[in-house]
């Protein structure tokens, strides 16, 4: 099936929904365990499994679009360099000296073309080999092509930069995110405009991201403001592999009425919008005319999760006017993402950790969150014999 005719069978879906007040649905109702939000043992054990061993995104392209471009950050305790090599390439590394560890790059964004120790001096090229030692004559001998920074797998695809944060495990890309990479590539996300990141602080990272896959809480929570423009409760779900993309009614819907059915695929965010999550941590949304990424990080501790949001644009803004358009939409998603969403899941917290009960309830409606916990758990089994779950 193309993408016609796949986005054209899900507005059809979303609209027989609307007609009939329902949504996809999951078999049951699924309980999770209160432990699964607030246990210690349980966090190491996904921070282990789950966040060092598969892919994680760690950068958007266009962050990093330039030869000699980096960004410096932490994820889950791994200081992390990703680098634009001369030759186009990204690679990532440890942002730790080999001599002594100390960070060869301040957190955030850069260009050079030479990483220096701060410390003592030691200098790395940007593919991540050990250009000069310090008075290396007084140091004494030393092989320096063994003692380059610490390389990590990486790779890029369609727009998005990922990382295993362990060192020498395996990194196919293209089997990771299965069909996602189709999904995405006719947005061309490689060439979009970085407008700017956003950190906000929130509960343990299950629970920020439980918020990103339903809209059961619309009604409730964002009256005000995602109400305007989403319907409530209405959803479609797909899946490749972890990785999910929901589609969502919004309020202009009865405008596909007056349109041909097989062109309704051109009516993104006119009867239907997506929102895409890449399995464990990302949730994409490009609509409102910008594009936010968000990028859950957990930690450092259970109850905590740190979330940059990034903001993109198809193009940079053509003047001042358009700029200040574009900051207006990215604050009110921010406002609406931490003030109503993570304010809200840090009282949840609170709550969780005093352990009023045994379990949380996901409805049938709420399938995203289903599917995802199953996911959690499937990655936390220590039986080799479990099935991945499916949709």
């Known amino acids: 099936m193309d993408r016609a005719d796949e986005y054209n069978a899900i507005a059809e879906r979303i609209v027989s929904h609307h007609e009939n007040d329902t949504t996809d649905q999951a078999d049951d109702l699924l309980k999770v365990p209160v432990s699964a939000y607030?246990?210690?043992?349980?966090?190491?054990?996904?921070?282990?499994?789950?966040?060092?061993?598969?892919?994680?995104?760690?950068?958007?392209?266009?962050e990093i679009p330039r030869p000699g471009d980096y960004k410096a950050m932490d994820m889950v305790g791994v200081p992390l360099l990703i680098v634009r090599g001369k030759d186009g390439k990204v690679?990532?590394?440890?942002?730790?000296?080999?001599?002594?560890?100390?960070?060869?790059?301040?957190?955030?964004?850069?260009?050079c073309s030479r990483f220096v120790c701060p410390y003592h001096g030691w200098?790395?090229?940007?593919?991540?080999?050990?250009?000069?030692v310090s008075d290396q004559h007084k140091f004494g001998g030393l092989d320096k092509t063994a003692y380059g920074l610490v390389e990590l797998p990486c790779d890029e695809r369609v727009g998005l930069i990922f990382a295993v944060l362990t060192p020498g495990q395996p990194l196919d890309l293209d089997d990771w995110l299965g069909g996602m990479v189709e999904d995405i590539a006719p947005h061309k996300f490689e060439g979009w405009h970085f407008l700017e990141a956003k950190t906000m602080v929130g509960a343990n990272w299950k629970i920020a991201y439980d918020g990103y896959l339903e809209g059961y809480h619309f009604r409730s929570l964002h009256a005000e403001t995602i109400m305007k423009v989403t319907l409530h409760n209405l959803m479609e779900f797909d899946a490749y592999g972890p990785h999910m993309r929901v589609a969502y009614g919004t309020t202009n819907i009865d405008c596909l009425k007056d349109v041909p059915k097989d062109q309704w695929w051109k009516y993104e965010e006119q009867g239907f919008t997506f929102v895409r999550t890449l399995f464990p941590n990302i949730s994409m949304y490009l609509g409102l005319g910008l594009g936010q990424i968000a990028q859950l990080i957990p930690g450092?501790?259970?109850?905590?999760?740190?979330?940059?949001?990034?903001?993109?644009?198809?193009?940079?803004?053509?003047?001042?006017?358009?700029?200040?358009?574009?900051?207006?939409?990215?604050?009110?998603?921010?406002?609406?993402?931490?003030?109503?969403?993570?304010?809200?899941?840090?009282?949840?917290?609170?709550?969780?950790?005093?352990h009023p009960f045994d379990h949380v309830l996901f409805g049938k409606n709420e399938k995203g969150n289903q599917y995802f916990h199953r996911w959690v758990d499937y990655y936390l089994s220590d039986d080799p014999n479990e099935e991945e779950p499916t949709l």
């Open 300 to 354: 450092p501790t259970p109850e905590k999760n740190r979330t940059i949001l990034y903001y993109v644009h198809p193009t940079p803004p053509k003047d001042e006017a358009e700029r200040d358009e574009l900051a207006l939409k990215a604050q009110f998603l921010f406002d609406v993402t931490y003030g109503e969403d993570y304010v809200l899941g840090e009282r949840i917290q609170k709550s969780l950790d005093a």
């Open 91 to 111: 690679r990532a590394f440890m942002n730790a000296c080999r001599h002594r560890g100390a960070p060869v790059a301040e957190e955030g964004l850069g260009n």
């Open 123 to 132: 200098t790395y090229r940007d593919d991540g080999s050990l250009f000069a």
């Open 38 to 62: 607030t246990d210690p043992a349980q966090w190491r054990k996904e921070m282990d499994r789950i966040f060092r061993r598969l892919p994680i995104m760690v950068a958007l392209s266009c």
